[in-house]
C-alpha cells in the first residue's frame, strides 16, 4: 500500500509500552506512532506480545510501565492513562473502535443488529427511536449487510455477518481510531477476502487511523501502511509493509516471510 497523506503530528504516540505476567514478559518497552488515516500492522507468532500490546495501548488492560497519548478531536492531545476512567470509558465509545477477532464479545447476542449499531449512539445521549434506527440502517448497508435484517439476532448471522456487524458497530460513532485483533481469523477464505475488501475500503473512504494484530502476513500487506514485527515481546523489525514484506532484515522476519512462501 503506498503511504497515506499525513498531517502534521501523529494521532497515538505509544512510548515504551511494558507487562509482565508474573516472570514473564509479555510486552518490552514498545514504541510507535499512528498518523491520521495510517493503518499498521502488528505481526508476530502466537505469543509474540502482540494481542497484550493492542490491549495496552487500547486501555482495556493496564500496563506496567509506559505512555499512550491521543490526538482528540476537542481536546488535544491526552495521556489516556491520565484521564479519569470514566473518560476513557466515553473515548473509547467516541473515537475508538475495537474489532475482537471472536465478534461474539464484540455483541450483544441478546438483543437485534440494529439495537447492537443503535447502542452506541444511545450511549451518547441519542434518543429519537427513528434517527437511531435509519442512522443504524445506514451503517448496516455500509459493511454491505442488508438493512432489512435489522430486527434480526445477531445468533441467526454467519461468522462474516457477525463480523460486518460488529463493524457497523464500531463506525456508527464515526471514530477516528480502530484496534483490531485478528479481525479475519477463523473464517471461510472467500469470506475473509471479501471482509479484508470491505476493510480496506472502509479506512480509506473514512481516512481511520487503525492498529491491526495478525499473524497472516496476506492481512498485512493487503491493508497496512506499515508493520512492527514483534517476537517476545519485543519489537524486532518495523518499517513500510512492502519493503519489511518484499526485504526483511531480521531473521525472525526472514522466517515468517520464508514460511509462508515455503510452508
Same mark, same amino acid.
Not at 440494529?114 to 448497508?141: C, F, K, P, Q
Not at 475500503?201 to 493487503?222: F, I
Given at each position: 500500500?503506498?503511504?497515506?497523506?499525513?498531517?502534521?503530528?501523529?494521532?497515538?504516540?505509544?512510548?515504551?509500552?511494558?507487562?509482565?505476567?508474573?516472570?514473564?514478559?509479555?510486552?518490552?518497552?514498545?514504541?510507535?506512532?499512528?498518523?491520521?488515516?495510517?493503518?499498521?500492522?502488528?505481526?508476530?507468532?502466537?505469543?509474540?506480545?502482540?494481542?497484550?500490546?493492542?490491549?495496552?495501548?487500547?486501555?482495556?488492560?493496564?500496563?506496567?510501565?509506559?505512555?499512550?497519548?491521543?490526538?482528540?478531536?476537542?481536546?488535544?492531545?491526552?495521556?489516556?492513562?491520565? #484521564?479519569?476512567? %470514566?473518560?476513557? !470509558?466515553? *473515548?473509547?465509545?467516541?473515537?475508538?473502535?475495537?474489532? /475482537?477477532?471472536? =465478534?461474539?464479545?464484540?455483541?450483544?447476542?441478546?438483543?437485534?443488529?440494529?439495537?447492537?449499531?443503535?447502542?452506541?449512539?444511545?450511549?451518547?445521549?441519542?434518543?429519537?427511536?427513528?434517527?437511531?434506527?435509519?442512522?443504524?440502517?445506514?451503517?448496516?448497508?455500509?459493511?454491505?449487510?442488508?438493512?432489512?435484517?435489522?430486527?434480526?439476532?445477531?445468533?441467526?448471522?454467519?461468522?462474516?455477518?457477525?463480523?460486518?456487524?460488529?463493524?457497523?458497530?464500531?463506525?456508527?460513532?464515526?471514530?477516528?481510531?480502530?484496534?483490531?485483533?485478528?479481525?479475519?481469523?477463523?473464517?471461510?477464505?472467500?469470506?475473509?477476502?471479501?471482509?479484508?475488501? #470491505?476493510?480496506? %475500503?472502509?479506512? !480509506?473512504? *473514512?481516512?481511520?487511523?487503525?492498529?491491526?494484530?495478525? /499473524?497472516?502476513? =496476506?492481512?498485512?500487506?493487503?491493508?497496512?501502511?506499515?508493520?512492527?514485527?514483534?517476537?517476545?515481546?519485543?519489537?524486532?523489525?518495523?518499517?513500510?509493509?512492502?519493503?519489511?514484506?518484499?526485504?526483511?532484515?531480521?531473521?525472525?522476519?526472514?522466517?515468517?516471510?520464508?514460511?509462508?512462501?515455503?510452508?
Amino acid at each position: 500500500m503506498t503511504e497515506p497523506a499525513h498531517v502534521p503530528g501523529p494521532i497515538l504516540r505509544v512510548t515504551g509500552i511494558a507487562k509482565r505476567f508474573g516472570n514473564r514478559i509479555a510486552v518490552d518497552k514498545v514504541s510507535f506512532e499512528l498518523y491520521a488515516g495510517e493503518v499498521l500492522a502488528v505481526v508476530g507468532e502466537s505469543g509474540s506480545g502482540k494481542t497484550t500490546l493492542l490491549e495496552c495501548v487500547s486501555a482495556r488492560q493496564m500496563p506496567d510501565a509506559g505512555r499512550v497519548e491521543f490526538l482528540t478531536r476537542h481536546e488535544g492531545v491526552v495521556d489516556v492513562y491520565g #484521564l479519569a476512567e %470514566s473518560a476513557r !470509558r466515553l *473515548l473509547a465509545r467516541t473515537d475508538w473502535g475495537y474489532v /475482537h477477532q471472536n =465478534a461474539i464479545e464484540g455483541l450483544r447476542m441478546n438483543v437485534s443488529a440494529g439495537a447492537n449499531v443503535g447502542e452506541r449512539l444511545m450511549a451518547l445521549g441519542e434518543r429519537h427511536y427513528g434517527r437511531i434506527r435509519d442512522t443504524a440502517a445506514h451503517w448496516l448497508s455500509r459493511v454491505e449487510m442488508d438493512a432489512a435484517r435489522m430486527d434480526d439476532s445477531p445468533k441467526t448471522f454467519s461468522g462474516g455477518m457477525r463480523q460486518r456487524l460488529q463493524i457497523a458497530r464500531n463506525l456508527v460513532t464515526q471514530p477516528r481510531l480502530i484496534f483490531m485483533d485478528e479481525p479475519t481469523s477463523g473464517l471461510d477464505v472467500s469470506v475473509q477476502a471479501r471482509l479484508l475488501d #470491505l476493510l480496506r %475500503s472502509l479506512t !480509506r473512504q *473514512l481516512s481511520l487511523a487503525a492498529v491491526v494484530v495478525t /499473524h497472516d502476513l =496476506a492481512v498485512a500487506r493487503l491493508l497496512a501502511h506499515r508493520m512492527m514485527v514483534m517476537k517476545d515481546g519485543c519489537v524486532v523489525e518495523t518499517g513500510l509493509t512492502d519493503q519489511v514484506l518484499d526485504d526483511p532484515q531480521h531473521p525472525y522476519t526472514q522466517l515468517l516471510v520464508s514460511s509462508v512462501l515455503h510452508p
